[in-house]
Nanobody
Framework: QVQLVESGGGLVQAGGSLRLSCAAS????????MGWFRQAPGKEREFVAA????????SYADSVKGRFTISRDNAKNTMYLQTNSLKPEDTAVYYC????????????????WGQGTQVTVSS
């Protein structure tokens, strides 16, 4: 079973950028669809973006379309989230997640999660 570790979070000013990474253990990374989710204080966890096994299909939440880009490198067992034009409302703990079904990732009904990385955007 794949294990997921996020990195790349931090403190950034509004309008800035961060690149989040999600490193996966194991040899089966390419058999999993992957996604990013986030949870702000006092709010429920929400879907941010998803990518299918090959990287050829992606999906985004309306709130991040045009600002965030999800990608993956199966040779490096790593998924990325490039976040640009960050806003204070993007402040949250960002989690990566995996499932063998792209539809399950988009729906958020997953069981494989990382521990999260904090992103804080100051105004």
């Amino acid at each position: 079973q794949v294990q997921l570790v996020e990195s790349g979070g931090g403190l950034v000013q509004a309008g800035g950028s961060l690149r989040l990474s999600c490193a996966a253990s194991g040899r089966t990374f390419s058999t999993y669809a992957m996604g990013w989710f986030r949870q702000a204080p006092g709010k429920e966890r929400e879907f941010v973006a998803a990518i299918n096994r090959s990287g050829g299909v992606t999906s985004y939440a309306d709130s991040v379309k045009g600002r965030f880009t999800i990608s993956r490198d199966n040779a490096k067992n790593t998924m990325y989230l490039q976040t640009n034009s960050l806003k204070p409302e993007d402040t949250a703990v960002y989690y990566c997640a995996a499932d063998q079904s792209f539809g399950t990732v988009v729906a958020g009904t997953l069981t494989l999660w990382g521990q999260g990385t904090q992103v804080t955007v100051s105004s």
